[in-house]
């Protein structure tokens, strides 16, 4: 069974840190690159960040650069997303997904992703 979950979202006041998690079973998560997305009530689907199938290439989202960091550890199945430094508009709904097709190299897409997980809420707030 093919399967994304995401975990570690929660309330934290801003200039708190989060780690997300996405944890994959049923395929490889090196066969492709992985994004997160995240969603803001009344806004779009953005791309947050990306790890490409050789985790020494990433990218991330003009406004949380220097403050998230997207990394992945093959043994457990898992990409993770650091996230310091935490604002107000970060707030959001944020989601991992895999390329589908797969893909070796990141989009910042969505329409490009095939397979979500079902997302975790990150609020932050005073």
């Known amino acids: 069974q093919l399967q994304l979950v995401e975990s570690g979202g929660g309330l934290v006041q801003p200039g708190g840190s989060l780690r997300l998690s996405c944890a994959a079973s049923g395929f490889t998560l090196d066969y492709s690159a992985i994004g997160w997305f995240r969603q803001a009530p009344g806004k779009e689907r953005e791309g947050v960040s990306c790890?490409?199938?050789?985790?020494?290439?990433?990218y991330y989202l003009d406004s949380v650069k220097g403050r998230f960091t997207i990394s992945k550890d093959n043994a457990k199945n898992t990409v993770y997303l650091q996230m310091n430094s935490l604002k107000p508009e970060d707030t959001a709904v944020y989601y991992c997904a895999r390329r589908l097709p797969v893909r070796s190299y990141c989009s910042g897409y969505a329409n490009e992703y095939g397979f979500w997980g079902q997302g975790t809420q990150v609020t932050v707030s005073s």
């Open positions: 790890i490409s199938r050789t985790n020494g290439t990433t």
